[in-house]
């Protein structure tokens, strides 16, 4: 990513039609020699996950400061300078396996697992990272975590609003919960209350329409690790120190458990990079 400032002039995406970011996207993937959604082979036999090109562009991203949470960047003009393709959906379980079944990748025997074309979750960093190093060398191309603006900018497909389908988002397009005000007890704890919930679990990928871009599910079902750091207080209560904290990234998309609120294209969430969860998986890039 770049600052405007750059002399080299790309499209401004909030300013096109969907067909015409539709077209932006196979110029990009003709010129790349690829198809706007495909597969690479791997090494040892079957395919990677099914990626979207996603054309150069800039865009506006962050939330307007009247609908700016914590933690959230304030709205402001970024860019991308180049082409990039990215996961059509979250990693799933069975994609995952296939990693472990080749590699013997130990996983915790203790942790709940995910099945079939459900999200891959209870995933750290380290686990994420070494997946995309086996697509990297299974491959012969770079696979790696996108960075947050690639994530939103991909997300957003030309958006400005809230979520990539307007600025309210349905249960026929997100799995996302809801959580209530807080209670009166002296605990505070918050009760869960379903929204658009399937026995409040993660549902399986394609679920729910793509946006323009093809991607499936960028607002709830799983939180998605970036490559960035989270930089700032980690905590509401504690606004001092401006620093980048290493063992935080930043995740985006919301998840099946949390409101539709962190379903917002701008929302962000810090998760420790050790941190394993039931409603925390990862979407790859792969550069092109």
């Known amino acids: 990513m770049s600052t405007l400032a750059d002399p080299a002039p790309l499209p401004f995406v909030h300013d096109l039609a969907p067909a015409r970011l539709r077209e ?17 082979p791997l090494g040892g036999g079957g395919q990677g996950p099914e990626l979207a090109v996603v054309p150069p562009g800039a865009f506006e991203m962050g939330a307007p400061e009247a609908q700016r949470r ?10 991308l300078d180049r082409a990039y393709a990215i996961g059509r959906h979250a990693v799933t379980a069975d994609e995952f396996r296939d990693f472990e079944a080749a590699t013997g990748h130990a ?18 960093l380290a686990d994420a990272e070494a997946y995309l190093a086996w697509l990297s060398a299974q491959t012969g191309r770079r696979y790696r975590l996108p960075t947050e603006a690639e994530w939103e900018y991909a997300a957003r497909a030309g958006s400005r609003t809230a979520y990539c389908f307007g600025d309210r988002l349905t249960c026929g397009e997100a799995n996302v919960g809801a ?17 658009c919930v399937p026995l409040n679990q993660t549902v399986e990928v394609e679920s729910y329409p ?38 935080w990234r930043v995740t985006k ?6 409101g539709l609120a962190d379903a917002r294209s701008a929302a962000r ?3 420790r990079r050790d941190e394993l969860d039931v409603n925390l998986g990862l979407r790859v890039v792969r550069e092109l």
């Open 107 to 124: 996983w915790p025997d203790h942790l709940l697992r995910s099945e079939g074309r459900h999200p891959a979750v209870n995933i750290a």
């Open 179 to 195: 959580l209530a005000a807080p209670g009166r007890g002296a605990t505070g704890w918050r009760r869960f209350v379903p929204f």
């Open 24 to 40: 932006l996207q196979a110029r990009a993937a003709q010129a790349a020699g690829l198809a706007p959604f495909f597969r690479d």
């Open 70 to 79: 914590f933690g959230e960047l304030p709205l402001h003009r970024a860019r």
């Open 253 to 258: 998309g919301g998840s099946w458990f949390e």
């Open 210 to 247: 793509a946006n323009v871009w093809g991607l499936y599910e960028v607002h709830g079902n799983v939180w998605e690790f970036t490559a960035d750091a989270w930089a700032g207080p980690l905590d509401p209560l504690d606004r001092a120190g401006a620093e980048a904290q290493p063992l």
């Open 269 to 271: 969430k810090p998760r």
